[in-house]
């Protein structure tokens, strides 16, 4: 059986665990992700063999007018995760800082830089997109 790695939400109801994680990670600066993350930027990572452990019920779903939902605990405010427009219910991207263990991922980009706040400073080398990677 493989590994699975487990996050949790702040008050701790939510709980998922995820087998595998995307190559494809990046830190986020859109405004949607400052917004929703109450942060400088987010950092999402697709998963797979994701599923809910705990509190699935207090889950909701904020669909944006541009089609992109995001999920956040109702208990709590904690910002979980983001379904880019038109992906199938299972296609989450998960807000890496929830897991309760280090991960074996490596943000590899900034995205969406043209939106960075100006009291944010990018000195980690990685490369930097003004809009998505266009992968
Ligand atoms: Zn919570
Ligand atoms: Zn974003």
């Known amino acids: ?15 998922f665990e995820a087998g595998g994680f995307s190559q494809q990670a ?14 400088a930027f987010g950092t999402l990572v697709g998963v797979s063999e994701f599923r809910w452990l705990a509190g699935q019920a207090l889950v909701r779903e904020y669909r944006a007018d541009n089609g992109t939902s995001r999920l956040f605990c109702t208990n ?11 992906a199938p219910s299972d296609g989450l991207e998960i807000a890496i800082a929830l ?27 990685l490369p930097q997109y003004p809009e998505g990677r266009g992968e």
């Not at 059986?1 to 939510?14: A, D, F, H, P, V």
């Not at 990046?26 to 942060?39: E, P, Q, S, Y």
Request: aromatic letters at 10%; one cysteine or more.
């Open 76 to 86: 709590c405010g904690a910002s979980l995760a983001f379904r880019s427009k038109g």
């Open 26 to 39: 990046a830190h986020c600066h859109c405004t949607m992700c400052r917004k929703f993350h109450g942060a």
């Open 99 to 125: 897991f309760d263990e280090p991960v074996p991922v490596k943000p590899g980009a900034h995205i969406y830089t043209r939106y960075q706040a100006n009291w944010t400073l990018i000195a980690d080398g």
């Open 1 to 15: 059986m493989n590994k699975t790695y487990q996050g949790s939400c702040l008050c701790g109801q939510i709980r």
